[in-house]
């Protein structure tokens, strides 16, 4: 054994084994000691243009070079920690880089990756994460990667591929030159884990994809891992692709304003980890028990996310970076930040020092006396009790600062409002009515009487200190962005009456207090739409809608939303209130989100009923899922059973609070299928009414069921059928236009569709089947008057378009097939004036009435007033138009 490794080599038993088999490696190394490893060493040592076979021995070949040097030195006190790290993060990009190089060159056959958008080549973009990112690997991390490219498209070669195939053949390659074990052992393990939905997800995503997922899929631990991903780039950089990834990436990561929510998620990580330290017996990891290294890093990160959005300075990846620019920034003190650096050094080192026993992947203190010995005195103590000593110094201050830190939400701010004064003074009985005034508000003194009442009420009086000084500091603020508002004073009367309402909610005033960005959010809304002031005041859990506007507004994708819902539901199986609760939060939040989204103008009135239409029918089919799986007696895994919807929902014209028109059917020859259908069925409708503590899901009206109010809850598929054929009445008929399968077994719902399109195509005498027609609508006037700012039922309105439409079809399904379609009554009308039924100019002005019509209907809604006259004026001549129509198709 050569003395100046003696002591290295004493200490490692991979430097015995590797040394062993390759004395020549001993003995260069000698010879090198005294240097770092440069990364331009390193890739010197890599042969250029070497294919896969050539390349993957000598990449391990530069790992045992590399490592045996890296150990050396650090063991013989040579190296600090900052060249330990970044020589192994060097030795991971060079490895990296050569194996991309090798993978992504044209072959003859399939050409190169092209753009369908630029017509440029695309590049493999290999993003490194974790502690690859941010520069600070150990000596046996994994490398955590993910593979972008920026376009879809295909390449140039004689036998194109899509650019997706391209890349995920080069990701597969890169890996097996990395990761592959061979006679030669491996460079990294590559853990892949990190990418759009892991292990089940594609290899690579474009810009694109990746993109949508973020936003549309990207959950809180994953902005946590993106805060150190990078693209790994050579000395070209990439060119702009590096930044382009960087600027879709940020959004997710970095929110625009202060997120004190990052605070729960870090602590709700954090004890994910340690419940699985408990599990695992992990107290003696020092990455992940009590004061160890992840802690460190969180406290770090967590600043990140609250932050970065606003100072960039903080969006860096290295630990002890961050922590330094903390202390530049005044938020830790420099003493902490020198208590933690001090300790995640020693973790560091530590934690190498393990590693370096066996080249194993390990933060486990050993058990064994005498690799104990070892590591005590590789970490410069005298035996094992003095090391645990300093050991567990380290992570009592690492505890000490972590408890500190995440033991409660962090304010913004003391400073005082400018409005403040104007407040205080209210609730002592001063007049503030010439400050309200000059702010803009319409009439002061009723104004400065809400106010006055909220500081002299009793709920006020009764709040506990805290929740007092919080609202103390909320008023002022949203009395200045209330007087933003187009409508200043209706505002503020609106979001003092939910102050008043949430006051004793202590986290409600708190969410409030530390996410100021929420404020005038909230006053936009509460001056835009009475109706979502009130469905906020019932719902106020919504509050947290407001943290995130990407998200608020992004529109829903259903079928993700599904599988979140659904995998919620799963946690909390067998517990039918806790289930009920999540259906309920889960349907008010998507009502909140779509109602926000429409104020902002994202959305025409028949995108938002299609949304809302959707909803409901995610809503019934994830609850007919559970109400069917706890169903005592069931006999098959899936029910023979079918929601119908019929109405509003069946015409996909759902709006915000519209009750479901539903009828049951199934399809099974079990014995008992009755029984256990009506049972379910009663379980479903408890499910969907039941008023828990979190609301109801939605009113719900059977009436359109067989024989109505007095007919069976459900019905089997040859029931229905012989019903509409023998039974039923023309207006069932008129219903049946408009109905549609909405939730449960689709071959149910198949089945119950070609019965509608039989009973509609059935040959029907016109006269009497007008005369009927006219007769329900008479019928229907008896109890719901036309009067003129009634648009639904006033003559011209939205009734008579509904019967016109389905009087239509109901005549000519017959011999128009078209007519079967349950497409919507503007779609309908245009097929009718098509096959020239009714004339074209009429046809299309009942279409713009009924456009028309249907938004007068939603903005009341959403305003809690009837349709202003003029409003009524301007849609009067296309009212006439369907009282034309009325008449041409019924006289």
């Not at 107290?283 to 100072?311: H, M, S, T, W, Y």
């Not at 809304?525 to 947290?544: G, K, M, N, Q």
């Not at 007769?775 to 309105?797: E, I, N, S, Y």
């Not at 959403?862 to 041409?888: D, F, I, K, Q, Y």
């Amino acid at each position: 054994m050569s003395q100046p490794l003696d002591n290295a080599i004493r200490h490692s038993r991979y430097l015995q084994r590797l040394f062993a088999a390759q004395p020549a490696l001993q003995a260069e190394l000698e010879t090198r000691l005294q240097h770092p490893f440069s990364r331009t060493e390193m890739e010197a040592m890599l042969p250029q243009g070497a294919d896969d076979a050539t390349l993957k021995p000598a990449l391990r070949k530069l790992r045992q070079a590399v490592m045996a040097r890296v150990f050396s030195r650090d063991l013989l006190g040579l190296a600090q920690l900052d060249e330990v790290i970044t020589t192994v993060s060097d030795l991971a990009e060079v490895a990296i880089l050569a194996a991309l190089e090798c993978v992504t060159r044209p072959d003859e056959r399939h050409g190169r990756p092209i753009g369908a958008e630029s017509g440029e080549v695309q590049r493999l973009i290999v993003v490194g994460m974790g502690k690859l990112g941010g520069r600070e690997l150990n000596v046996s991390s994994d490398i955590d990667l993910i593979f972008v490219y920026p376009e879809d498209g295909e390449t140039d070669g004689p036998r194109p591929i899509s650019n997706h195939e391209w890349f995920a053949r080069a990701g597969k390659r890169l890996i097996a030159l990395i990761h592959d074990v061979t006679a030669d052992g491996f460079v990294f393990r590559v853990d892949m884990r990190l990418r759009p939905f892991g292990d089940s997800g594609p290899l690579v995503s474009s810009f694109a994809a990746l993109e949508n997922y973020l936003l549309t899929q990207g959950r809180e631990w994953e902005r946590y891992a993106w805060i150190k991903g990078r693209a790994i780039t050579g000395p070209d950089g990439l060119g702009g692709d590096a930044a382009g990834l960087m600027q879709l990436v940020t959004p997710f990561v970095y929110r625009k304003y202060l997120d004190y929510g990052a605070y729960a998620s870090m602590r709700d990580l954090h004890a994910q980890i340690q419940r699985e330290v408990i599990r695992r017996d992990f107290a003696d990891n020092i990455k992940l028990g009590p004061g160890g290294i992840r802690e460190v890093e969180f406290i770090a990160q967590v600043f990140q996310l609250i932050r970065g959005g606003r100072r960039p300075a903080l969006r860096i990846r290295p630990t002890r970076e961050v922590l330094r620019e903390l202390v530049s920034m005044g938020q830790l003190e420099a003493l902490t930040v020198a208590e933690l650096t001090a300790a995640y050094v020693f973790l560091r080192d530590l934690e190498h020092r393990l590693q370096y026993l066996d080249d194993g992947q390990t933060q486990m203190l050993p058990a064994g006396e005498g690799d104990r010995a070892l590591i005590a005195e590789s970490m410069g103590y005298a035996g094992w009790p003095q090391f645990m000593t300093a050991l567990d110094g380290h992570r009592n201050t690492v505890s000490r600062h972590f408890e500190q830190i995440f033991a409660l939400p962090q304010a913004e701010g003391d400073a005082v409002h400018p409005l403040a004064g104007v407040w205080l003074g209210i609730a002592d009985g001063q007049s503030g009515q010439d400050k309200l005034a000059a702010l803009g508000y319409h009439q002061p003194a009723e104004m400065e009487r809400l106010l006055a009442a909220i500081a002299q009420g009793g709920r006020y009086q009764t709040l506990a200190d805290k929740s007092r000084r919080r609202l103390d500091a909320l008023i002022p603020p949203l009395v200045e962005v209330c007087a933003r508002q187009p409508n200043p004073d209706e505002t503020l009367s609106r979001i003092l009456r939910f102050l008043d309402a949430i006051a004793r909610r202590e986290s409600y005033l708190a969410l409030l207090a530390e996410h100021p960005q929420t404020l005038s959010r909230l006053a936009a809304l509460h001056s835009a739409s009475p109706w979502v002031a009130d469905y906020l005041h019932r719902h106020p859990i919504l509050l947290d809608e407001l943290l995130d506007a990407r998200l608020l507004y992004s529109p829903p994708d259903w079928p993700r939303l599904g599988e979140q819902l659904r995998a919620e539901l799963a946690l909390h199986a067998g517990d039918t209130e806790a289930e009920m609760d999540v259906l309920r939060h889960f349907q008010h939040q998507q009502v909140f989100r779509l109602c926000a989204q429409d104020l902002a103008g994202q959305y025409t009135l028949t995108t938002l009923s299609d949304h809302l239409s959707d909803l409901a029918d995610l809503i019934l089919s994830v609850t007919l899922e559970r109400a069917w799986a706890e169903l005592p007696g069931r006999h098959i895994d899936t029910a023979r059973f079918a929601v119908i919807g019929y109405g509003k929902l069946g015409g996909k014209e759902l709006g915000y609070g519209s009750d479901l028109d539903l009828i049951f059917v199934y399809d099974d020859e079990h014995p008992d299928a009755a029984e256990l259908y009506a049972k379910l069925a009663r379980r479903l409708m408890s499910w969907l009414s039941t008023l828990t503590a979190a609301g109801s899901l939605y009113e719900v009206d059977l009436r359109l069921r067989p024989n109505g109010a007095s007919g069976l809850m459900v019905s089997s598929i040859a029931t229905f059928a012989h019903y509409q054929q023998e039974d039923a009445w023309v207006w069932e008929h008129q219903a049946l236009t408009r109905a549609r399968y909405a939730a449960g077994d689709k071959a149910v719902g198949e089945r119950f569709e070609a019965v509608r399109r039989e009973i509609l195509s059935q040959r029907r005498d016109a006269n009497k089947l007008g005369e009927e027609v006219v007769a329900m609508r008479d019928k229907m006037l008896q109890t719901h008057p036309a009067t003129h700012d009634d648009v639904k039922h006033c003559r011209g309105g939205l009734v008579d378009v509904e019967f016109i439409v389905q009087y239509l079809v109901l005549a000519y399904a017959h011999r128009l097939p078209a007519l079967l379609a349950n497409s919507g009554n503007i779609a309908l009308l245009k097929a009718t004036a098509e096959a020239s039924l009714i004339p074209a100019n009429l046809a299309e002005a009942a279409q713009e009435a009924y456009r028309q019509l249907r938004n007068l209907q939603h903005k009341a809604r959403l305003n809690g007033t009837a349709p202003s006259e003029e409003a009524l004026a301007a849609v009067a001549p296309a009212c006439e138009a369907v009282r034309c129509l009325w008449h041409l198709v019924f006289d």
